[in-house]
């Protein structure tokens, strides 16, 4: 599972499940991300055999399986514990991570902004952004929002073109914010009409 593409089919997760639960490493890491994604890590007895497997992975250094625990950890709100590793990870790791380098640079560049590191956040998540990684996009996004609201504006709006609608709602919420400090009433009401707008495509049952 790239950052580029999203999740994979279903046919391929149960693919992944066998083969984890035979003990093949990249499996176990491909299954433990996508059920890390969706919040059902550690949830369930059938795919603890292969979650054993990815977390002996981890302890043994794997540099993949230690990308995806930061990104557990981060998911997990434990952003300190989630920084050590992924750092760990760029130090000695990264020109062994393959396929798998762009999901790294995301979860630590999502890390970084957590832990208020925004000059290595922003750089790392808009060098993604330029490379075609729509992931990057609402996080840069995010991160840009209380320094440079209009350029925040930009990357949020194509990420919520390609489906993330609650990009739309940060928009919106960016828009009322500069209507509060908007210096004329005109100026105000246009930002207003604009947040109105965001909203309602944030709305998956507006109708237009």
């Given at each position: 599972m790239e950052a580029s593409r999203g999740s994979k089919s279903g046919l391929a997760s149960v693919l992944w499940f066998t083969a984890a639960s035979w003990g093949f490493g990249p499996s176990a890491c491909s299954l433990v991300a996508i059920l890390a994604a969706h919040g059902e890590y550690g949830k369930s007895t059938a795919t603890a055999p292969a979650e054993r497997r990815f977390r002996a992975l981890v302890k043994a250094g794997d540099p993949v399986a230690m990308a995806i625990e930061g990104d557990i950890l981060y998911r997990q709100g434990k952003y300190s514990e989630a920084e050590a590793i992924l750092r760990k990870v760029q130090q000695k790791h990264a020109a062994d991570l393959g396929?798998?380098?762009?999901?790294?640079?995301?979860?630590?560049?999502?890390?970084?902004?957590?832990?208020?590191?925004?000059?290595?956040?922003?750089?790392?998540?808009?060098?993604?952004?330029?490379?075609?990684?729509?992931e990057a996009d609402q996080q840069l996004g995010s991160a840009l929002r209380s320094t440079d609201p209009d350029e925040a504006l930009q990357y949020l709006f194509k990420a919520g073109c390609t489906g993330a609608l609650h990009c739309f709602e940060e928009m919106a919420t960016i828009e009322l914010d500069k209507a509060a400090n908007a210096k004329n009433s005109s100026d105000a009401a246009d930002h207003r009409l604009w947040a109105g707008e965001l909203a309602r495509l944030a709305d998956r049952k507006a109708e237009f």
């Open positions: 396929n798998w380098e762009p999901n790294f640079r995301l979860a630590f560049g999502k890390t970084l902004a957590r832990r208020d590191k925004m000059n290595q956040a922003i750089a790392m998540l808009r060098a993604l952004a330029d490379d075609g990684y729509i």
